[in-house]
């Protein structure tokens, strides 16, 4: 809906990461007064490499921190990245939408660059539309609170506290509005399993892998096949005496993961973990075992918000982050407060411009929200349609639609996502199920590339300030 009435807030943006720039970007745009905090020393959030994993706990478990009278938990390392990591779509469907992610000379000129490249690229967006002065570098977020809450209040603030990392210093600070943009894969999610506390050897989350010169003649099981348990295991049986692939489903393993393992006499493809042995075996539920050296858990990431206090009007049931509308909105606390970047298994970067720009033009009240009561019933409506879809709870935000993105989109007059877009998406997608290995240096999508590079997508004005591929 769209109103008629325009406001200037004041916004305070957690987050530097991609979500979290492009907020920042167009609530600026909107008129607001913008401050953004973010922990690390540079922009890209889980884009900015970090190679010191030093004294982080192996299983990234959260620690407490008395900086303040509030409670902080934290992981000291925010970006999971390996150095080896690639993306795993085309750069030509990933950027925003009027910055495409051109090929620049003298950079990592692929079609599916190394994890370096899009922290180039973030940080280009940043510089072009100056964004830097928002931004407050090294100050992580310990509390963020409602001030005399009633529930439907106009005007309700927000009680931010942040810490300045070198000086220690305690900010503490009142906006109108609280925009979250921390991401999702610096959490990680542990599977539950017997044996699993008192194992005595190497146990890590893939969150603080890196390398594989340290697994070099060991025997490891890989648990998870996702894209990361994928990498790692191929990464790894380089240098491993032997490496366990274990599945927490032997039917959905993909030709192309299959190719690979009958390539290597030391890959190996298990099934479940049953338990843990204190001498090391590792017994899986069809009754083989294997001794191993270290176990990594490539078994994903959980959302977490330890500095939020909403009186448990905001929640996390076993990864599902509500009530929120539209993944967005918690309806009690809406507009004032709302989350970007909760959604998976999309098209990122555009999905989370529409979400900004639908997040900024409430607040600035050129568009309006429906009632609680419509917010309500369609989040009810939508969590009993993953029921009956049969869909995990912990998979609600798994999106996997390219159909809701540009219904999202709809709220806020969002174009919807380009044909070429969607079906370069696709092509990565069944190329990376066939050719695991090979698919990020193939290209049998030709055709489609020209037309993405014939798009209004890569002929913006701003590519006076980008070297474009022709």
């Known amino acids: 809906m769209v109103s008629e009435r325009y406001q200037s807030k004041s916004v305070c943006v957690i987050g530097a990461g991609p979500s979290g720039l492009v907020a920042a970007r167009e609530l600026r745009k909107e008129g607001h007064r913008v401050v953004v905090l973010e922990q690390n020393h540079d922009v890209g959030g889980q884009w900015l490499y970090d190679p010191n994993v030093e004294g982080e706990d192996p299983l990234g478990r959260n620690t407490t921190s008395p900086t303040t009278s509030t409670k902080s938990y934290h992981l000291k390392v925010h970006s999971s990245l390996y150095t080896s990591l690639r993306l795993t779509s085309p750069r030509e469907i990933m950027g925003f939408t009027d910055f495409p992610f051109s090929i620049k000379k003298g950079r990592d000129m692929r079609r599916f660059p190394g994890h370096r490249e899009l922290l180039l690229y973030l940080q280009d967006f ?20 409602m001030l005399d809450h009633v529930m439907g209040c106009q005007d309700l603030k927000w009680l931010v506290k942040s810490v300045e990392k070198k000086t220690q210093i305690v900010m503490e600070e009142v906006f109108d509005s609280v925009v979250i943009a921390t991401g999702h894969y610096s959490q990680p999610r542990l599977p539950s399993i017997n044996g699993m506390d008192s194992w005595k050897r190497k146990q890590m989350h893939s969150h603080i892998y890196r390398v594989p010169e340290p697994f070099r003649n060991e025997v490891v099981v890989v648990v998870g096949t996702s894209l990361s348990g994928q990498d790692i295991s191929m990464e790894l049986v380089e240098v491993a005496k032997a490496v366990n692939l274990s599945a927490r489903s032997m039917n959905n393993i993909s030709e192309g993961l299959s190719k690979v393992i009958s390539k290597h006499d030391t890959l190996h493809l298990r099934p479940q973990i049953e338990s843990l042995q204190e001498d090391g075996k590792v017994l899986f539920v069809d009754g083989s075992w294997v001794t191993a050296d270290t176990i990594i858990y490539c078994t994903g990431y959980s959302y977490t918000f330890p500095f939020l206090d909403t009186k448990g009007i905001v929640a996390i049931d076993d990864d599902r982050v509500g009530p929120l509308y539209e993944h967005t909105f918690p309806p009690s606390l809406a507009p004032s407060l709302s989350f970007i970047g909760i959604p998976r298994q999309i098209i990122g970067f555009p999905f989370f411009e529409s979400q900004a720009k639908w997040i900024a033009q409430l607040l600035s009240g050129k568009r309006t929200l429906p009632s609680w009561d419509e917010m309500m ?27 809701y993105c540009d219904k999202y989109g709809d709220h806020v007059g969002f174009p919807h996502l380009e044909e070429w877009r969607k079906e370069l998406c696709l092509s990565a997608l069944r190329n990376s199920e066939t050719n695991l290995e090979t698919y990020r240096d ?10 993405a590079l014939q798009s209004p997508h890569f002929t913006q004005q701003e590519q006076g300030a980008q070297d474009f591929p022709m």
């Open 126 to 145: 940043c510089d072009w539309f100056g964004l830097r002065d928002l931004i407050r570098f090294n100050t992580r977020v310990a509390y963020v609170g």
């Open 442 to 451: 193939s290209l049998d999508d030709h055709d489609l590339l020209q037309e």
């Open 377 to 403: 019933q369609s989040i009810k409506d939508f969590y009993h349609s993953r029921d009956v879809a049969g869909i995990p709870k912990y998979n609600t935000h798994n999106i996997a639609d390219f159909e």
